[in-house]
């Protein structure tokens, strides 16, 4: 019986790597970082585009689809992509193109597409059986030369084909379509701009290398999107943005007036924001008007055709047509604020932010770069001829020699390379030339050719051994794309316009349509709120949910802003008119704002401008604020009050000139407001001084009226001798006088 061998034990340092597991992941997934970065969101500064848009034009110019030539489907391009150059899938590949032929999408359209290709409403392309492409001019302008060494070639995911690092680029295509992606710790929103402005930009650059960034923007005025709309960003803001390559830009939607008759009249709106789809921005104005947020609009319906119009109709005609838009504005997506984090590939492949000038120095680098290469080699191609047609002329010198050596001779080329001196070049080609071409034209014509090619060899030469002269040949291509793109042409013109938003108060406009009728605010020790119409008299008598009862009772108006302060130092604003009714049991605070369970209110009050009010933390910490700080219409609420891991104890209305405060250490301190700093947010400055516990209460009182404190049957006690617990603030202060409340507070609540 055989015994069974062993395997052989794997050799020393086999497949089989140990290392730690934290050096494994940081290498993997600092791969994956780099190739998200380099390989699929960011583009790259000088051709403005990323390998997947560059693959498909690429792929498209091998395929012969040009803008006079028919086109093919669709998925004949992406399945020459997805096969040759990008290892990825087709759905993402084939979205990348459609996207490169949506006039919505892409300021200057590289792909010329036939079929449905989506539409402003946010509606999907077709399959891509279904659709054809072929490119525009503006691709072509971006591949002209590529066939010329303009760009280095690498070889393809599989090595078996070649693809272009990057595009020659004619036009500045990174700021003139724009671009956005997100990767792993960098994301990047480039907004597209008119062409023609960059490239009248870059020829300024070119006469004037020293040129600010102030000064470019005499030429670009700024983004111009494929939607049109109207940029309201001001100016100042704009060339920070452009300076330092971050910022935002506001833009919204334009809009006109028009006469219904009788007095009436409705806007019509004919231009969305950029990257607005239209057909939810009609769903968010529906919403708006059916939850009674917009009390100004009376009406929303789309009419659009091929071109938009939408018909926004007033809730009333005594309703001013600028105050109705301006407050859609803050409602809606009729204005949005686009980002700009210009953040891209250099020249090296090194992911860096830029500004305006910067990227369009990139541009004009790469530019001279393909300049150059395509210079040297036409030259190249240039000296070959010129050396072929130097020995042809030879032929026509000594035409019977030639013909003697070619017919009677057994090795032609050797003799002729020998009784000429010519190359082997300039031999294969007398040999290979025939008959008919030994006439006398053609010799007239070899000899005209020589002179012109000799002509442009010299000019090829003094542009290589010239930066003037290479600057200025960038210029005039510039030029020549404005052919194509200036704004003359059919895609050149500006879409987008720049105005300064009108002077109205959009606020105090809703606030006029809203009735002003008292009620009073009634919230819950459980958080739920409601509001009763009138005073109410007595609150004691209000129901409310099992286990639960009255925290605040508060008189307002339906035009006020109540504010509520939250012990993590919060302030949150609601409308009182949009409050739920006092008919049921209300509504939970924290449906409508984010306010954690463990968070509780301290304080609910009506806004009034200007008026100040004492903020303290348990810690002891303190500082007067305007109230005008507090009001911010967010869910997330303000924080104003930084309590430090404590929590806020005091959110008293400012109405006296000193303080009276205690601690729960039973020790009293008063000294005057007036040590107190007003401030819009933050922990303030020492109120009172404890070894343990913390800020218990506080009140506020004039001198003049005296001090005191309420006592548990709700009588006020008066404290004459209050002067004595005078003291300077942050001190720790004296115990509270004999009689004062047991606990420890200047007033029961």
Known sequence: ????????????????????LNDALSRRYLAYALSTITQRALPDVRDGLKPVHRR????????????????????????DVIGKYHPHGDVAVYDALVRLA??????????????????IDGDNAAAMRYTECRMTDAAQLLLDGIDEDAVDLRPTYDGEEEEPVVLPAGFPNLLANGSSGIAVGMATSIPPHNAAELIDACLLLLKAPRTTTAELMGLVQGPDFPTGGVIVEPAASLLETYETGRGGVRVRARWSREDTGRGGWRAVVTEVPYQVKKADLVEQLA???ENKKAPLLGDVRDESAEDIRLII??????????VLMESLFRLSDL????????????????????GLKSALVAFLDHR??????RTRFRLEKIEARLHILEGLLIVFLNLDEVIRIVRFEDEPKAKLIAAFALSDIQAEAILNTRLRQLARLEEMELRREHESLSAERDGLQAVLASDAEQWKRVGQGLREALKILGPKTAVGARRSTFEAPPAIDAGAALEAMVAREPITVIVSERGWIRAAKGRIEDPHALAFKEGDRLAFAVPCETTDKLLLFASDGRFFTLACDKLPSARGQGEPLRLMIDLDDKVAILAVFPHKPGRLRLLASRGGYGFLMNEDEAVAFRKAGKQVLNIDGEAAALCLEATGDHLSIIGDNGKILIFPVSELPTMARGKGVKLQSYREGGLRDGV????????????????????????????????????APRGFAANRRFSPG
Request: proline content about 8%; hydrophobic content about 40%; overall charge positive.
């Open 313 to 322: 109709e007033p809730r009333a005609r005594n309703v001013e047509p600028e």
């Open 335 to 354: 204005e949005t604020r686009f980002p700009v984090n210009m953040n891209v590939l250099n020249a090296r492949g090194a992911p860096v932010v830029m």
């Open 102 to 119: 949506q006039d919505f999408a892409q300021r200057y359209p590289l792909i010329d597409g036939q079929g449905n290709f989506g539409n």
């Open 56 to 79: 498909l034009l690429y792929a498209m110019r091998l395929l012969k689809l040009d803008p006079r030539t028919s086109a093919k489907k669709s998925a004949r391009v992406v399945g």
């Open 287 to 289: 919403s708006l008007l």
């Open 368 to 373: 001279r770069e393909v300049l150059l290469r």
């Open 1 to 20: 019986m055989n015994e069974r061998v062993p395997p052989p034990a794997p050799d020393e340092g086999g497949r089989i790597l140990e290392e730690s």
């Open 700 to 735: 506020l009182f004039n001198a003049a009226d005296g001090a005191g404190w309420v006592d548990g049957s709700g009588r006020r006690r008066a404290w004459p001798e209050w002067r004595d617990w005078l003291g300077r603030r942050a001190s720790a202060g004296r115990l």
